[in-house]
Structures are given as structure tokens and as C-alpha cells.
């Protein structure tokens, strides 16, 4: 990958965090495009993912693809650039060894609201109990043990199990709000982590970079999970105080090492496999 992909790509993640402070994962959350997608259905993955859907996800196409299907780029439209990653491998003609490295481009997209003339299907309009009920069925078949307990949301890696309020029992459905759907996915991202999971590096302690690595990771879960399980809507209180506590820290981290987003981005994305493979619900689109 090369540094000037490397450092547009993390340049724009610090502008979104630096402007949008705490709720720099708003365009997730507020969509009703869904999970970002291309014109052919391919939903994007990873950093793509991320970058799209800060965007507010929907459907999207570069300016060529749009055109085969009859579509116009409206004048006076800028693009949003993503990264096309492709493994090349060679041999070498003496020893007949092959080695492999990866070769990442940028490419310019569009969203459907950005063209003329495409009649495909632009938005998603959730419905509220239909939503609420995958959330739920989702969350329940990951298989993961949480608690309703008083206090703050968490996850325990000495136990295992994940803690929620107490008063979360008592609102399931489509009486929950955003926030408990939002938080519940961040410790979820956590619980994919665990040593026998997926086996992340949690940190020793609050603010050092592993554990700060960590929480980034659990919030792009969270936010990948949102998008495509079509949860709308504002985080809780509780849910912005914990990220206050690692803006800063995740600024830092970015702006020293620019491959930091795209693992963080993968990350993410490894878990969101591993919690759709868990409990066998399937992501739409």
C-alpha cells in the first residue's frame, strides 16, 4: 500500500474525529441507506466500509460503472475515495519460489444521490419493530452471557459475560432505545476479542494504546453492525462519555502509525464475521 493512500486515508479519519468530536460515527447511525454497498450489491468491507459509511453508506459507484447503467454524475459533484486492495504474486524464475505481497489503489465513487437518471432503490426505510426484533435476535444468538446489572455497560474478560443496566430487561424490543442497541454491539466487538475468540490484545490498562487500539476496534464493530442491521437513531449518554475518554488517544495513535486505521477497520470487520457466523442471522445488504 502506498504512504499517500496510507496517509489520505487516515487524514480523513482524523478530520471526521477532530470535527465531529464524540459523535464521529454519527453517519452510521443516522442512515437509512443501510450498510455501504456497490451498484452490483457488494457490500463493502473494512476500511471501505468505514469510509463509506461515514458518508452515510447507501449505494455507490464509480463515474464509469454509472454510466454503463444509464446514470449521470450531477455536475458539480466530488467523489469519495476508497482503496481497492489485490494480492499479486510472483516467482522467481531461479528458485521457483513465490512470494506474495499486496498492491492497494484508489478509486473515486459516487453515491446513488449524487447521479441523475439511476430509478434503482436509493434508501432503506427500516421499520421500527422489525429492526428492534433482529437486534435482539441477533444479540441473543451470539451466545454471549450478559447481565443485567446496575451500573454501567462493560465486558469482563475475567468472566466473560458482558454487564448492562438493569433497566434494560424491562425495554426490549422495539421499546429500546438506539443507544442500548449501539452500546450492547460495542461490548459485543469486546467479546470477540476474548483469548479463545478471536484473541485481540486488550491492553494492561486505561490509556495505553493497546487497550485505546481496543476500544477503536469495538466502536467500528459496533457502528459496522449498525449499518447493516439498519439500527438508526442516537447514542446514549453513556455510550459518547466512554469515547470522550479515547478521542484523543485515537487521534494520536492514527496520526503516528497511518496503517493503524485499516487494522482497526479489519479488525472490526473480522469480528462482525464472527458474530454473523455465531449466531447465524444473516446481514442484509
Do not use: C
Request: avoid cysteine; aromatic fraction near 10%; proline fraction near 2%.
Amino acid at each position: 500500500m502506498t504512504a499517500n493512500i496510507q496517509t489520505d486515508v487516515t487524514n480523513r479519519v482524523i478530520a471526521a474525529m477532530t470535527t465531529a468530536g464524540t459523535d464521529w460515527t454519527a453517519p452510521f447511525r443516522r442512515s437509512t441507506g443501510g450498510a455501504a454497498r456497490s451498484v452490483d450489491g457488494h457490500v463493502y468491507q473494512g476500511i471501505n466500509a468505514l469510509l463509506l459509511g461515514l458518508q452515510g453508506g447507501g449505494v455507490w459507484a464509480t463515474y464509469n460503472a454509472w454510466k454503463k447503467r444509464g446514470a449521470q454524475v450531477s455536475k458539480g459533484q466530488r467523489g469519495t475515495g476508497i482503496v481497492f486492495f489485490k494480492t499479486i504474486t510472483k516467482k522467481d524464475s531461479q528458485t521457483g519460489e513465490t512470494e506474495s505481497f499486496g498492491l492497494a489503489r484508489g478509486y473515486t465513487v459516487f453515491s446513488a444521490d449524487q447521479v441523475e437518471g439511476w430509478d434503482g432503490a436509493t434508501q432503506i426505510t427500516p421499520d421500527p419493530v422489525e429492526t428492534a426484533e433482529v437486534a435482539e435476535r441477533f444479540i441473543a444468538e451470539t451466545g454471549a452471557v450478559i447481565r443485567y446489572q446496575n451500573g454501567r455497560a462493560y465486558y469482563s474478560p475475567q468472566g466473560d459475560f458482558i454487564s448492562v443496566p438493569a433497566d434494560w430487561r424491562n425495554t426490549p424490543g422495539v421499546d429500546a432505545s438506539a443507544g442500548r442497541y449501539l452500546t450492547t454491539f460495542h461490548e459485543l466487538g469486546h467479546w470477540t476479542g476474548a483469548v479463545h475468540r478471536l484473541d485481540r490484545k486488550f491492553g494492561a490498562r486505561f490509556g495505553d494504546q493497546a487497550y485505546a487500539f481496543e476500544e477503536l476496534v469495538a466502536e467500528l464493530t459496533s457502528a459496522f453492525l449498525a449499518a447493516a442491521l439498519g439500527v438508526t437513531g442516537e447514542a446514549d449518554a453513556g455510550h459518547v462519555e466512554s469515547h470522550a475518554k479515547y478521542l484523543n488517544s485515537w487521534i494520536a495513535r492514527l496520526k503516528e502509525d497511518k496503517r493503524a486505521i485499516f487494522t482497526a477497520a479489519a479488525a472490526a470487520q473480522k469480528a462482525v464475521a464472527y458474530l454473523s457466523n455465531a449466531e447465524q442471522v444473516a446481514i442484509a445488504a
